[in-house]
């Protein structure tokens, strides 16, 4: 008679359920592999472009085109290079940008497919406890590990001597506090991890967040302006080296390479504290020190050396107003009628937003040539001091302005 008992009803198991059911170990590993493969990839190819590109291929072979493209990767890792016996330790930050959204991408599609694994919503808001985020994150850093020690491995050599700790390093951050929070977007996680974050908070770092892409927009804006205004000089630069159409497509896909440091700079520049190009010098509002320079187009938006227009001074005013402008158009979003939150989402926000200038100060600069270039970028403390203080004043009169302005409308 137990037969005939009609059975209990189960919820079926759907293709979707199953799609994001992958198995957590594989997926996670193959997508910090596949994360750091990709540009990996992508260089190598373009070492081999530029080796025909600049000689058709009559001088070297694939292989050393191989290693200056593995070498470019390492390097966007903070490897640092040795080249003719000469250090260079700066950061191609634009392949470091490409590294990141890579990381972001494909950390956000692992999190969707391991979605499915460990407890629901409702089980986490009860308190139980969740590993499939901090699982993913340490499995998909393990693979974007193991690609960097066999890139180092294969083309790092005594001549070229690139740091294994310090692209390992740069490595398991880039996996860590990108792609984590990437998986965690992903899988749904951070909606629900997000939910118990005070709303004011919230708002303040999407403040911080509007208040750094505005100010590098208008840094590079002004980076802009001052090539253009000089362009003949850079075009000479380029035509004294007596470069074949090849080499100088190389030569300007290097520069493109350099055009975030060189943003990096312009910001700095406008902080107040200015940058160095080379020992012994300074580039800065009230005061341009410069040497021998060598030749490379970028460093045609210099200003001559000497004494500096009156006006050039007050271009120190102009974070303060890029952090209210962007303090008050992200609180637009976020409306608020309190005075004090409108003040901390404001003055939070623009702290940690010069506190991340300075870091990407920190890391624009670096040795690039020998002699005198050993010293060339931002002093970061220097620029953290200006950045805080400008953004944290301009960001507070940004949101207390708006503050005022939606009180008004309210009433």
């Known amino acids: 008679m137990t037969s005939l008992l009609s059975a209990p009803d189960r919820p079926a198991v759907t293709a979707s359920d199953l799609r994001h059911r992958r198995p957590l170990t594989l997926v996670a590993a193959l997508g910090g592999v596949a994360a750091a493969g990709t540009l990996l ?51 191609p930050l634009l392949l470091t940008l490409a590294a990141g959204w890579l990381v972001w991408r494909l950390g956000h599609t692992v999190g969707d497919l391991v979605s499915g694994h460990g407890p629901d919503s409702d089980q986490i808001s009860d308190g139980e406890r969740d590993w499939t985020v901090p699982s993913a994150t340490l499995l998909f850093a393990v693979g974007y590990a193991a690609v960097t020690s066999l890139t180092l491995a294969l083309a790092g050599t005594p001549a070229t001597a690139p740091s294994g700790p310090r692209a390992l390093g740069w490595s398991l951050l880039l996996a860590l506090l990108v792609g984590g929070p990437a998986i965690a977007v992903g899988s749904g996680r951070a909606a629900i991890w997000a939910a118990v974050v005070p709303a004011h908070l919230r708002a303040a770092a999407a403040t911080c ?4 892409r505005t100010f590098l927009l208008v840094s590079l804006v002004a980076l802009l302006a001052a090539l253009a205004l000089d362009l003949g000089t850079a075009a000479n630069v380029v035509s004294g080296l007596h470069l074949s159409a090849g080499e100088t497509s190389v030569y300007a896909l290097v520069s493109a390479l350099l055009l975030p440091n060189a943003t990096v ?54 974070p303060a107003l890029v952090a209210a402008y962007a303090a008050a158009r992200a ?56 950045a805080v203080t400008s953004f944290g004043i301009g960001g507070l009169v940004g949101g207390l302005l708006m503050t005022w302005w939606q009180r008004r409308s309210r009433a």
Do not use: K, N
Request: net charge positive; charged share 10%.
């Open 41 to 91: 990839t992508v260089c190598l190819a373009l070492g081999v472009t530029g080796w025909f590109l600049a000689d058709a291929g009559t001088h070297g072979q694939p292989r050393d085109a191989l290693r200056v493209g593995a070498l470019a990767w390492l390097m966007a890792h903070g490897s640092g290079v040795v080249v003719a016996g000469v250090t260079v330790t700066a950061v």
């Open 209 to 212: 967040g509007a208040i750094v």
């Open 265 to 318: 700079f312009a910001g700095s520049y406008l902080l107040g504290p200015g940058f160095a190009v080379g020992t012994q010098t300074l580039v800065s509002p009230t005061i341009v020190l410069t040497g021998p320079l060598p030749a490379f187009p970028l460093l045609a938006a210099l200003p001559d050396s000497g004494p500096t227009p009156a006006w050039t001074v007050w271009l120190v005013a102009l």
């Open 331 to 386: 609180q637009r979003r976020r409306p608020t009628l309190r005075w004090d939150r409108g003040a901390l989402r404001g003055c939070v926000g623009g702290v940690s937003a010069g506190v991340v200038i300075a870091l990407l100060a920190g890391v624009a600069g670096g040795a690039v040539g020998p002699g005198r270039m050993q010293v060339v970028g931002p002093v970061a403390t220097e620029v953290m001091v200006h």
